[in-house]
């Protein structure tokens, strides 16, 4: 079986993603926490959006009814152990090298650093506490009501900042529809991205408006999944295609 290169495609939804930071840059956003505790609502309905994108525990059954979700529609062309082996790559590796990358960049959230200003503490002495002490530290901290919504979310944020997880998540199975749907010729095709895009645009969106990460973590995040699908799509698709063999016709 001859695998459809789904390169051009996966860039173009890559760009789609990169708009989202570029958006930011370009209006000269910066996330304040007085600024972002104006819509009440709003942040209510990005933290709903944004635990879909990574957080757990609900990452793990999110990822398992996506991957069965995409083994099924797919069926035609692969195998559902091609499937789910891609689909493991896909999100352990570029959760792997995100997790490297904030072990050595180790950058403070936009909260992080307007917390420490605020409390005259620096990131590192955040950073250095127990999450205990952390969420502690964020809960004394005086907020009013509508601020208070974000407070409560900021204290299950506790990690740094950059590249951002969430995104990582998000685009990566963004990207995953985007390759094993190459083949298909119909709406169909279309349909399934764009939803999937809007998905993925607006977990990255809430990450930015909830204070958890700078335009430039979601940017990062975004080019090292497009880089990973590129050679997984190249190398690694076949490579699963070949060992379990061609879908199973049925009779």
Excluded at 4 to 32: E, K, Q, V
Aim: proline residues 6%; positive net charge.
């Amino acid at each position: 079986m001859k695998h459809p290169n789904p390169n051009i495609s996966l860039t173009l939804y890559t760009l789609l993603m990169l708009l989202i930071p570029i958006g930011f840059w370009a209006t000269g956003y910066t996330w304040t926490l007085a600024q972002s505790s104006q819509t009440p609502e709003l942040n209510r309905a990005l933290i709903l959006l944004t635990e879909t994108g990574g957080s757990q525990p609900y990452a793990i059954g999110f990822a398992v009814v996506f991957t069965l979700i995409l083994a099924y529609f797919v069926r035609k062309q692969y195998r559902p152990l091609t499937v789910i082996a891609v689909c493991i790559c896909a999100v352990v590796g570029t959760q792997a090298i995100k997790t490297g990358a904030k072990a050595i960049f180790k950058e403070p959230r936009p909260y992080v650093v307007q917390l420490a200003e605020q409390i005259h503490i620096s990131t590192a002495d955040f950073y250095a506490l127990k999450k205990p002490e952390k969420r502690e530290l964020i809960a004394h901290t005086p907020h009013n009501p509508d601020e208070q919504i974000l407070s409560d979310y900021q204290q299950h944020e506790l990690g740094y900042s950059f590249p951002s997880g969430h995104t990582t998540f998000a685009v990566a199975w963004l990207l995953l529809i985007v390759g094993f749907t190459q083949s298909w010729r119909n709406p169909a095709r279309l349909v399934a991205r764009l939803l999937v895009a809007v998905w993925a645009a607006g977990v990255l969106y809430s990450r930015v408006k909830l204070g958890a990460h700078f335009p430039l973590d979601l940017f990062a995040a975004t080019l090292i999944v497009w880089a990973w699908h590129i050679a997984l799509f190249r190398y690694g698709l076949p490579y699963f295609h070949q060992r379990f063999g061609q879908p199973i016709k049925a009779a």
